[in-house]
């Protein structure tokens, strides 16, 4: 267990909230010599603890995994740190409203990391009314084609799978939007900003 959870972090989180080892114990009925123990790492909490440790230190219990604060300045703006994962063996496309632990066919997938968008994947967006058009300047063959375009505003994701066959095109609503995310099978992620007009 202390992989994952150490005593630093459950002295660290304690002390952040002002509680001795035996006001610690007491909300998890526990005594305080155990909290002593999971503190200097000679011993560690059963895993059914997780939850009660967490919530009496007011952290979740990913905060306490992770041994610090997960910060979130802005609730209404969760869209805005969208995380993108493409599993290799099936092509699976899963979004994240921000960092998460993803697998697929027992592969942990890593977030993408879009790149400003090259020559060889130019991207128009243009609107047409209340809607916005999207063309990437991109060859759609089995080998090499463009999967997905993603259009990410404050309060919502708008996901558009693509395929071989298909055009590199799609529609989406204007309003709100904020960046649009191409990821090409060959090449990855690539970003652009819809913020300053139309591209």
Not at 27 to 38: E, P
Request: proline content about 5%; some cysteine; overall charge negative.
């Amino acid at each position: 267990m202390d992989r994952y959870l150490t005593g630093a972090t459950i002295k660290a989180l304690r002390e952040k909230q002002g509680l001795t080892q035996a006001q610690l114990a007491e909300r998890l009925t526990v005594s305080d010599k155990a909290v002593s123990k999971w503190e200097t790492g000679a011993g560690y909490p059963d895993i059914t603890l997780l939850e009660p440790i967490a919530a009496a230190l007011h952290v979740s219990v990913a905060e306490l995994l992770a041994g610090a604060a997960v910060e979130n300045a802005n609730v209404g703006a969760n869209m805005l740190r969208s995380r993108f994962y493409v599993c290799p063996v099936c092509g699976n496309s899963i979004h994240a409203m921000g960092e998460a632990h993803v697998s697929c066919h027992g592969i942990t997938l890593p977030p993408l990391a879009p790149e400003p968008v090259d020559e060889a994947h130019a991207v128009h967006a243009s609107c047409e009314g209340d809607e916005l058009f999207v063309q990437v300047e991109h060859a759609m063959s089995k080998q090499h084609h463009i999967v997905f375009l993603a259009v990410v505003s404050p309060d919502c994701v708008q996901f558009a799978r693509l395929y071989p066959e298909g055009p590199a095109e799609a529609h989406f609503k204007r309003s709100g939007a904020h960046t649009l995310f191409c990821y090409c099978n060959k090449d990855g992620l690539f970003a652009v900003s819809l913020t300053g007009g139309d591209r």
